[in-house]
Nanobody, 117 residues
Framework: QVQLVESGGGLVQAGGSMRLSCAAS????????MGWFRQTPGKEREFVAA????????HYVDSVKGRFTISRDNAKNTVYLQMNSLKPGDTAVYYC??????????WGQGTQVTVSS
């Protein structure tokens, strides 16, 4: 059974950088897209970024464009989220997810990112 395992969260000061990783376990892994989402208490989960697993094309929510970069390593079945110029508003639990069908159907456990002012 394939699982997604995130790592790299923690505490950082505003203006700092952090990189999140999400590795898919299992020998075989196939997906159309890998995405990053985030959620804060009392709010719905928000789309952050996605990458086409095959072509590498990327999509971002407007609030992170120019600051965040999503990338992948197909050989390692790993997707990354490089976050620069972090703001307190970026504080959230970040989740990675795989869209293997017509929706994101496999989710990681989440990792906390806290940006202090």
């Amino acid at each position: 059974q394939v699982q997604l395992v995130e790592s790299g969260g923690g505490l950082v000061q505003a203006g700092g950088s952090m990189r999140l990783s999400c590795a898919a376990s299992g020998r075989t892994f196939s997906t159309y897209f890998m995405g990053w989402f985030r959620q804060t208490p009392g709010k719905e989960r928000e789309f952050v970024a996605a990458i086409n697993w095959s072509s590498g094309s990327t999509h971002y929510v407007d609030s992170v464009k120019g600051r965040f970069t999503i990338s992948r390593d197909n050989a390692k079945n790993t997707v990354y989220l490089q976050m620069n110029s972090l703001k307190p508003g970026d504080t959230a639990v970040y989740y990675c997810a795989a869209q293997r069908t017509n929706q994101y159907d496999l989710w990681g456990q989440g990792t906390q990112v806290t940006v202090s002012s």
